[in-house]
């Protein structure tokens, strides 16, 4: 059985990165990557036909400072194909109702998957795992994922990478900086709604805690990943069933 890391290790996480995306905003991110030597995961769009993320001109930059990224130890997450989430379907992480891949065929999601890597190369990047929009997939894009050579997930509750059905998940468990004795966790920040107040407060987490970041590559190389244990899986539960009551509850008070 896979022992929890102490102290804790971090990962840093950037969803929702498209040429439309608020630059400012991401600006500020970017630097903090840069001044604490950070090597997040870029979940990266290939084509964004979400509206709600093109607010703003496309960034002539934006491809060409990808790759600089990545040049500079950042690993490319593909962030599903277009970011369209159409599909009203139930999925193995039910945090959201709405899909983008859940509930489609096997050949429409391996075509998907296909081709928004296929973008992103063509652009110089180099994905190495998948991040779904809305947490939403099913078991069918576990095996087009497999099927097209993209074998790790970021997504889960649980503290520690696991397998399921072939493919390795990196646990994602926080969408803010707070701090943990032991585990691995990854921090999901969404540069449109990191403002000025989330900006500091990953700053202030940084600074205190820098040395604990660690990143993709060094996670698929130390831990091994195989089938929770049943003390992992009743937290993983847990885990996702207190944020679904929060989720619930924004819901309600909107």
């Excluded at 891949?101 to 795992?129: D, H, I, N």
């Excluded at 390795?168 to 585990?183: A, C, E, M, N, Y």
Aim: aromatic letters at 10%; glycine letters at 6%.
């Amino acid at each position: 059985m896979q022992k929890l890391p102490r102290p804790a290790q971090y990962l840093l996480r950037i969803d929702d990165l498209c040429p439309t995306m608020n630059y400012q905003r991401w600006s500020g991110i970017r630097e903090l990557i840069r001044a604490f030597r950070i090597r997040p995961i870029l979940a990266v769009i290939p084509d964004n036909q979400d509206s709600r993320l093109e607010k703003f001109p496309p960034h002539p930059g934006f491809w060409e400072e990808m790759c600089e990224m990545q040049q500079e130890g950042a690993t490319i997450a593909m962030h599903g194909y277009r970011h369209r989430c159409s599909n009203h379907v139930s999925s193995l992480l039910p945090l959201h109702r709405r899909s983008e891949f859940a509930g489609e065929s096997f050949t429409e999601q391996c075509g998907r998957v296909r081709t928004g890597l296929s973008m992103l190369r063509s652009q110089g990047l180099a994905p190495r795992l998948f991040v779904a929009p809305n947490h939403s997939f099913d078991r069918t894009t576990l095996r087009a994922l497999r099927k097209e050579g993209l074998p790790y997930l970021s997504d889960g509750f649980s503290r520690i990478p696991f397998k399921r059905d072939g493919v390795t998940f990196i646990p994602q468990q926080l969408w803010s900086p707070v701090s943990h004795r032991k585990g691995l966790w990854t921090i999901c920040i969404h540069p449109d709604s990191a403002g000025p107040r989330r900006a500091a407060e990953l700053k202030g987490f940084l600074s205190r805690h820098s040395e604990q970041f660690t990143s993709f590559d060094v996670v698929i190389e130390k831990f091994f990943a195989g089938r929770l244990g049943l003390t992992e899986r009743i937290h993983s539960q847990l885990a996702l069933w207190r944020v679904m009551l929060r989720m619930q509850r924004k819901r309600m008070r909107n």
